[in-house]
C-alpha cells in the first residue's frame, strides 16, 4: 500500500461555487482519490475555503457585514454543495483557522531566515474616494505585455502573465469606475529569483503532465520578479515580525496563505485523528506523491508560487538554508489541471449571471447526472462547453437509456426467473459467455491505466464501452426466449450479472451514488460506495470558533470495494428493481434557456443601476 496525496484547490469564500469551479478542482479530484482507495491505497484529501483578501473585504462592505461574517456563510454554502455532490474528504476544513495562522506563520519564519524573505517598498492602489487600499484583482486595464484589454492587476487571462496593478495601462477600479492613486508601501517579498534554478530543476524532472500544464508552467520561468506577499489590509494572517505582528493594517496576502492550507489541512486532520505527527508520511516520505487538482486560472500558484515557498522552506534555493520544524516538505508529483468550462459558449461570471450555481442544478438533477456530464464533456485537456441540450443527451441516451436501463434488465430478469444470483455452469459455458467475462476483467487494467494517467475522459469512455458491450451479449444472448433450460439461463444471466457488477466497479469513481444502488440491486449488502458526511467541530486551538468541516471514512474492504472484479454471491436474493437513471424532460433544455435568459437580464438591470447610483454618488 501507497501514500497518496490529492490537494484539491481551495474555493474562494466570498460566493456559492458555480459548475465552472468544480469541473475544474471537484469532480476530478474525487475520481482519482476514489479510484486510489478502490487500489487499495492510502488517501489523504485535504481542502477547505480561502478566505482571506480584499476581494472578501469589498463584498462585505457591499453587503453591509463584517468579512468573517461573510465567510462563515459562503464556507456553510461551498461545505454544503461539495458534500453533495460526492466529494469524499478526508477533511474540507478553511483558511481562517488558528491552526493555519500557526503553519503559515511557521513557513514565512523560515522562509525569512534562509533568506529568501527580505522588505522592500511597492506601489499600492489606493481608492481616491475611501482612501483604502483596492485588491489587485479588482482593478482592471490593458495588459502591457500583450494589450489586451480587461487585464486584472495580478494577472492577464489572456496570455496568462503575472502582474502589477501598476503596470496595467490605463488602469480603473472595478469597484466604481474610478482610477486609483498608486503610494509607495514598504512590504515582505519572496525572493522568486532566487528560487528560480531550483524551481526550474523541479520542472524538468516532471514527467506525464498535461502538456499545456507543463509549457505554461516552464514559461513563467522565463521572466521571474519577486513577489510581494504582504497588503495594506486589516484582514489576513499577521505578519510573525517584531514591529508587524501588532501592526491591524498589514497582513500576509491571500495568495501566499492559501496554498499552504494544504499542509496545514493535513495538519489538523491528523491533529482530529488523535495523532499528531500522522501527516508527516503524506508530506516528509519522498516516495508519496501528491496530486494537485486545480483549473488553469491557478497554475501559476502551484506549480511556481507553492513550489518556491516549500524549496524556499526547506532551504533548496540559491541561497541555501535548512528546513524548519515542519521538515522537508515535498514538492508536489503533478500540477493536474482542467482547462475552462464555459456556458452556452459564454464564459461562467457570476457578476455577470452567466452561472449555474452548484446548489441549483442538484436541486433539479441527480447528482450522478452532473458528475457524470463533467466527466465525460468537462474541460480536461481543451476548453468545454455546458450545454443544457448536450447534458439532457448525455443522461438520457448513455445513463438512462445504456447503463441504467442495462442494469434493470439484467436485475428483473434475475429477480423474474430465480429471485437471486443464479448459479453458473461451466458445461452452458460459450466462447461468447467467456468471452464478455474476460473483457470485464482485462478492463480494470485498461480503465486503471488511463486513470493512472489522469486520462478521465478516456476512461469513462472505456467502461462506457463495456457498457455497449454487455448490452450486445444480452441483444445476442436473448435470455427471456430460453425457456427450457434453467442452467443455461442462469448461467447467461450470471454473466451478464458479473459483467454489470465489473462495469460497476469501473464506474464508481465517477458515479459514486448511483453504484450503491447498482450495488444493492445485484444482491450486495453494506457500503458499495462511501459518501462523505459534514460534521460540526470547534477550532482545535480556539474552542469559541466553531464551523462545519467534510470528512469520511474510506477504508478497503469496510466502506471501499476493490479494483478488481469481486464474485457474485450466488443465491443473494435479488428484489425487484427500481430505475437508477431516469430520463430528463425535453422540455427542459428550453426552460433552462429561458430562465437563464430572464435572469440574464435581470443582473444586467441591476448592474447598470448600481454604477448609475455610484456615479451619482461620485459626482455629488
Known amino acids: 500500500m501507497s501514500h497518496i496525496m490529492v490537494n484539491v484547490a481551495w474555493p474562494y469564500a466570498n460566493g456559492p461555487r458555480h459548475i465552472g469551479h468544480v469541473a475544474g478542482f471537484g469532480v476530478p479530484s474525487d475520481v482519482y482519490a476514489r479510484y486510489e482507495r478502490m487500489k487499495g ?7 477547505g475555503t480561502d478566505e482571506h483578501g480584499t476581494p472578501i473585504l469589498v463584498e462585505a462592505d457591499k453587503e453591509g457585514v463584517t468579512a468573517q461574517e461573510l465567510a462563515d456563510r459562503y464556507n456553510r454554502v461551498i461545505v454544503n454543495d461539495l458534500c453533495n455532490l460526492g466529494l469524499s474528504y478526508d477533511l474540507f476544513t478553511r483558511t481562517t483557522t488558528k491552526n493555519h495562522e500557526h503553519v503559515v506563520q511557521e513557513l514565512f519564519r523560515q522562509c525569512l531566515k534562509n533568506g529568501y524573505i527580505y522588505k522592500d517598498t511597492q506601489k499600492v492602489a489606493i481608492s481616491p474616494s475611501t482612501g483604502r487600499t483596492l485588491p489587485d484583482r479588482y482593478i482592471e486595464g490593458e495588459c502591457p505585455i500583450c494589450h489586451t484589454q480587461g487585464a486584472r492587476g495580478d494577472q492577464c487571462d489572456a496570455c496568462g ?15 466604481n469606475g474610478e482610477t486609483p492613486i498608486f503610494q509607495d508601501s514598504e512590504h515582505y517579498f519572496l ?9 526550474e530543476q523541479w520542472l524538468e524532472g516532471r514527467t506525464g503532465w498535461r502538456t499545456g500544464v507543463i509549457n505554461f508552467s516552464r514559461g513563467l520561468m522565463k521572466d521571474v520578479k519577486p513577489r510581494a506577499i504582504t497588503r495594506d489590509i486589516d484582514w489576513g494572517i499577521p505578519i510573525p515580525v517584531p514591529g508587524w505582528i501588532d501592526n491591524p493594517n ?7 496563505d492559501a496554498v ?21 508520511e503524506w508530506w516528509n516520505d519522498p516516495s508519496t506523491p501528491g496530486y ?12 511556481q508560487i507553492w513550489p518556491s515557498e516549500i524549496l524556499a522552506y526547506n532551504g533548496e534555493g540559491d541561497k541555501g538554508g535548512e528546513p524548519g520544524e515542519l521538515g522537508k516538505l515535498n514538492m508536489p508529483e503533478q500540477v493536474v489541471a482542467s482547462e475552462f468550462m464555459t456556458m452556452e459558449g459564454r464564459k461562467f461570471s457570476s457578476s455577470r449571471g452567466i452561472v449555474i450555481y452548484v446548489k441549483d442544478i442538484l436541486a433539479k438533477y441527480p447528482v450522478d447526472a452532473v458528475r457524470y456530464y463533467i466527466s465525460v464533456a468537462g474541460p480536461e485537456n481543451s476548453d468545454s462547453d455546458f450545454t443544457w441540450s448536450e447534458f439532457v443527451r448525455h443522461n438520457n441516451e448513455e ?16 429477480h423474474k426467473n430465480f429471485g437471486e444470483v443464479p448459479a453458473m455452469f461451466e458445461s452452458e459455458m460459450t466462447e461468447q459467455d467467456q468471452a464478455l467475462l474476460d473483457e470485464a476483467a482485462d478492463a480494470f487494467d485498461t480503465v486503471g491505466a488511463l486513470l493512472d494517467q489522469h486520462h478521465q475522459k478516456n476512461a469513462l469512455n472505456e467502461a462506457m464501452r463495456l457498457v455497449g458491450d454487455i448490452n450486445k451479449y444480452i441483444s445476442a444472448t436473448e435470455p427471456w426466449k430460453i425457456k427450457d433450460n434453467p442452467k443455461r439461463l442462469g448461467t447467461v444471466l450470471h454473466v451478464a450479472a458479473q459483467a454489470v457488477s465489473d462495469a460497476n466497479h469501473l ?33 482545535l486551538d480556539d474552542p469559541n470558533f466553531q464551523y462545519p468541516i467534510i470528512t469520511g471514512d474510506y477504508v478497503l474492504g469496510d466502506t471501499v470495494h476493490p479494483w478488481r472484479r469481486e464474485p457474485l454471491e450466488v443465491g443473494a436474493p435479488i428484489a425487484k428493481p427500481k430505475p437508477i437513471f431516469e430520463k430528463i424532460p425535453q422540455e427542459a433544455v428550453q426552460e433552462e434557456l429561458d430562465s437563464f435568459t430572464e435572469q440574464l437580464e435581470a443582473r444586467k438591470k441591476a448592474e447598470a443601476d448600481r454604477l448609475a447610483a455610484e456615479k451619482a454618488k461620485l459626482n455629488q
Do not use: C
Request: glycine share 6%; aromatic share 10%; proline share 7%.
Open 399 to 414: 445513463l438512462a437509456a445504456s447503463w441504467g436501463n442495462l442494469v434493470n434488465r439484467v436485475a428483473n430478469l434475475m
Open 250 to 256: 498589514k497582513r500576509l496576502y491571500v495568495w501566499f
Open 161 to 175: 502573465n503575472e502582474l502589477d496593478p501598476d503596470e496595467l495601462i490605463n488602469p480603473v477600479s472595478k469597484i
Open 41 to 47: 491505497n492510502d488517501v489523504l484529501m485535504v481542502s
Open 507 to 539: 464506474l464508481a469513481p465517477f458515479l459514486p451514488h448511483s453504484a450503491q444502488l447498482v450495488w444493492e440491486a445485484l444482491g450486495g449488502k453494506g457500503t458499495f460506495s462511501p459518501m462523505p458526511r459534514i460534521e460540526e467541530v470547534s477550532d
Open 191 to 199: 525572493d522568486l529569483p532566487a528560487l528560480k534554478e531550483a524551481n
Open 260 to 280: 499552504i492550507g494544504y499542509l496545514s489541512a493535513s495538519i489538523e486532520w491528523a491533529r482530529r485523528k488523535g495523532d499528531p505527527e500522522l501527516w508527516r
Open 292 to 303: 494537485y487538482f486545480l483549473g488553469k486560472d491557478n497554475i501559476t500558484f502551484h506549480s
